[in-house]
């Protein structure tokens, strides 16, 4: 049954909605949360597996003590207090990429907890934007589930698949799970709130170096917790989260759904189920998918074969010394070091361009060509295809490399575009795009002699004016060169040739 759809004027006469936010963070580090085995991402299936993170009998967990420095980092960065004794429970649930049949998490004790953070969410028309503070619950540390594989269906979803395969490589991972409490009072701007947070708390966690945050790998993901109440009532709605959106993009888009549909259902006289829904990237939609548990469905108990936490102040304090400057602090510095107006530092800080910005002019590249790249073609291509820029296939060495080539003049803005192209569409490196298409800028100087004697002989008017002393007609011949060499001429030779020719 197709839902009906609210629009946003229209629903927020009616409602206010309150957003929450489960971010799950996969820790870098080297082995899994309680074992010894390797975390290398896209290893062949089942092969980084033990009788400890598979669940067998007799196997014991050791706590991974990277994982409680990372955790703690997070903590401490998000404004937290940390807790001086925390332990882990048992969250029992039956699930096929559950190989225990229970995930060791943490319950009523979390390491985390009572933190804030403040983000800045920009206006629609480029104006200065507003301060939000989203108040942080918990911050606890768990272990991350295997992943599952839907085979023949046309959604890659359980349903209508022919069979499932489980990889358990990921089941394991250290996982750190951020949890915010409720969002209130944001209106229409409830998508952008959530987007502008979760791209907040990403640029946080790379900046303390404790996870590559790439949400198109997986190892950022965010559940998106909405409901709506009553215009001013002040009482929480029933929720739904929608469970492991992997974009900025695609959170603003789910909470916009979740708002129109919720809305919907509202107006009918219906009431909204509470459930975990899937979102679909396709369509921007989402869809049901099981009823929610409570806590008290999950029969949490203190994990037995474990040892409390008990980080000590001393460590925590050495912890605190060490942490990086704050983003909103990086990015005043990098603003200053770049030269970049406020608009222009909005604007790449919005696209997610910041971190991959910072990577480029680190190899090299002069911080205007950086930004002209990463928020022209780049965003550009990201926009097209619904990613992020961060999952394009194009890095920071490759765009340090395009803009060498250009200013050594192998290439110019025309012909790096291609360039770029042919990337974006997986043809190879810079160099190998190049040699594929014939991209090179032509600097033989017999080759433009001849097509500049060509535009001489075809333009006598102009070359009379250049004759005469009005240089700036040189344009029209170069022009005419640039056309005829089908953009790879070096346009500044070309006019030394002209004007050699004219003079």
């Known amino acids: ?18 957003l929450g936010l489960e971010v799950h963070v996969e820790l870098n580090t080297a082995t899994k949360m309680f074992c010894a085995c390797p975390t290398t ?23 991974n003590a990277t994982a409680v420095e990372s955790a703690i980092k997070i903590g401490l960065a998000l404004n937290c207090e940390i807790a001086g004794w925390c332990r882990f429970a048992r969250k029992n649930y039956f699930y096929p990429d559950m ?12 390491i985390c907890f009572d933190g804030y953070l403040d983000l800045t969410v920009p206006e629609e028309n480029g104006g200065e934007g507003e301060i939000v503070r989203v108040e942080i619950e918990r911050a606890h540390m768990e272990e991350d589930t295997g992943k599952a594989l839907h085979v023949g269906g046309a959604t890659g979803r359980i349903q209508g698949a022919d069979h499932s395969l489980i990889d358990y490589n990921r089941a394991g991972i250290p996982l750190i799970e951020i949890v915010t409490r409720p969002i ?3 209106g229409a701007r409830a998508p952008v709130v959530a987007r502008a947070y979760v791209a907040a708390l990403r640029d946080l966690v790379a900046g303390l170096g404790v996870s590559d945050v790439r949400m198109d790998q997986g190892s950022m993901r965010c559940d998106v917790n909405l409901s709506l109440s009553a215009r001013q009532s002040g009482v929480l709605g029933t929720r739904t989260e929608t469970k492991n959106v992997n974009s900025l993009r695609s959170v603003e888009r789910a909470v916009r759904y ?25 369509d921007g939609t989402t869809s ?11 029969r949490y108990f203190p994990e037995p074969d474990l040892v409390p936490v008990a980080p000590s102040p001393e460590w925590v304090e050495e912890l605190r010394a060490a942490l990086p400057e704050p983003p909103a602090v990086k990015r005043a510095r990098l603003q200053a070091e770049w030269g970049y107006t406020d608009l222009e530092m909005r604007d790449v800080w919005a696209a997610g361009a910041l971190p991959l910005i910072e990577r480029t002019v680190a190899l090299g590249t002069a911080p205007q060509p950086a930004r002209k790249w990463w928020l022209g073609e780049l965003a550009r291509a990201a926009n097209e295809s619904g990613d992020e820029l961060d999952a394009l296939g194009v890095g920071p060495a490759e765009v340090a490399e395009v803009q060498r080539l250009v200013e050594g003049g192998t290439l110019n803005d025309k012909l790096a575009r291609q360039v770029f192209e042919g990337m974006l569409a997986g043809e190879g490196t810079p160099s190998e795009v190049i ?17 500049v004697d060509a535009a001489i002989e075809a333009n006598p008017d102009v070359a009379q004016k250049i004759r005469d002393g009005k240089v ?30 004219l003079s």
Request: aromatic fraction near 4%; hydrophobic fraction near 35%; glycine fraction near 10%.
């Open 1 to 18: 049954m197709t839902p009906t759809l609210v629009g946003p004027d229209d629903l927020l006469e009616r409602y206010d909605p309150a």
């Open 41 to 63: 991402f896209g290893a062949e299936p089942n092969t980084q597996v033990c009788p400890t993170c598979l669940g067998l009998p007799g196997a014991m967990p050791v706590v």
């Open 99 to 110: 190989p225990k049949n229970f995930q060791t998490s943490q319950y009523d004790e979390p």
């Open 184 to 186: 209130l009072g944001t």
């Open 258 to 282: 979740e708002m129109s549909r919720q809305a919907g259902i509202l107006d009918a006289g219906g009431s909204v189920l509470q459930e975990t829904r899937h979102f679909h990237e396709d």
């Open 288 to 298: 049901a998918g099981r009823e929610k548990s409570d806590a008290e469905d999950y």
């Open 435 to 451: 040699e594929k298409r014939g991209l090179a800028l032509v600097s033989d100087d017999g080759a433009l002699g001849a097509a």
């Open 472 to 501: 700036a007609a040189a344009g029209a011949l170069i022009g005419a060169v640039m056309k005829q060499m089908r953009g790879q001429a070096d346009a500044a030779r070309v006019r030394e040739l002209i004007l050699e020719r």
